[in-house]
């Protein structure tokens, strides 16, 4: 258990973090439970966050510079915490998506991070692994506020089939991740297309990859293994991985078609209509 005496802010941003918040909450003349009253969160919690023993998240973090006047402090800080939260081999493309203006992925099995419910992601999180599970499905569901911001980027996902039908969870679990997709279906910045199993072999039978473009930095194109990340910037590997984006957006259903065919099984598969 980390003393509050010795936190040191430099350790780590949930450390500075910590060291923050108490510094900020003492230059209010207030106690922990005093602040938990005025944000909606009780004192243990406050305790804990200052401590860096337990994650903070954006709401708390909004409600507290709300309460102390802290200008925004600790939301700034906040992105911090999350993204050093993530496995170390995954920060750099944490990064990278951060960055891009277009973001181009393949799926072969699963709905990718970005468009995750919080069901949905604790469930493949703690698929062989729950320790700490609310807090690593917290850190995975921040990643997703690169779509809020106010220059988002525009993130297009080719969706195998197969991602539609493989269970994630219980049935309610996977209906509510199937509406999430179609919530996305007026939002221009955002484009789901499926890949259907009668499109036979394809382009991208090598496996999941995504391609990130920026604004004036070369394009990146992203694999990913077992607890590795294989980012490149290799110019024959993009030209290569953006010629099989194209065959794979060509060979997909159409954004309306895509649309109608998650309705369908989540209609036939969950007994849900959707409008």
Not at 115 to 127: C, D, E, F, K, N
């Amino acid at each position: 258990m980390t003393n509050i005496n010795v936190l040191d802010p430099g350790a780590s941003p949930l450390d500075y973090y910590g060291f923050e918040l108490r510094r900020l909450r003492e230059a209010a003349g207030l106690t922990q439970r005093q602040l938990g009253e005025i944000v909606n969160y009780t004192g243990s919690l406050v305790g804990q966050i200052e401590t860096a023993r337990k994650l903070p998240t954006p709401e708390f973090s909004e409600r507290v510079d709300a309460a102390l006047g802290a200008d925004g402090l600790l939301s700034r800080l906040v992105v911090l915490v999350m993204r050093s939260q993530l496995p170390a081999w995954f920060q750099q493309v944490a990064e990278l998506q951060a960055r891009a203006t277009e973001i181009y992925s393949f799926e072969m099995g699963m709905v990718p991070g970005l468009l995750q419910t919080r069901g949905y992601a604790s469930a493949v999180l703690g698929a062989l692994d729950d320790a700490d599970l609310d807090d690593r499905t917290a850190v995975r569901l921040d990643r997703q506020r690169i779509l809020d911001k106010g220059e988002p980027p525009l993130y297009w996902v080719v969706l195998f089939e197969t991602a539609l039908y493989l269970e994630i969870d219980a049935p309610e679990t996977m209906r509510e991740q199937l509406a999430h997709l179609l919530s996305f279906e007026r939002n221009p910045l955002v484009n789901v297309q499926v890949l259907p199993f009668k499109a036979g072999a394809h382009a991208g039978m090598t496996g999941s990859f995504d391609v990130y473009r920026f604004a004036s930095d070369p394009t990146i194109v992203y694999t990913e293994g077992y607890g590795s990340a294989h980012p490149t910037a290799n110019p024959e590997t993009v030209k290569d991985c953006s010629r099989r984006y194209d065959h794979l957006q060509a060979a997909a259903l159409s954004l309306k078609d895509s649309a109608d065919l998650i309705r369908r099984v989540m209609e036939d598969r969950y007994g849900d209509q959707v409008a």
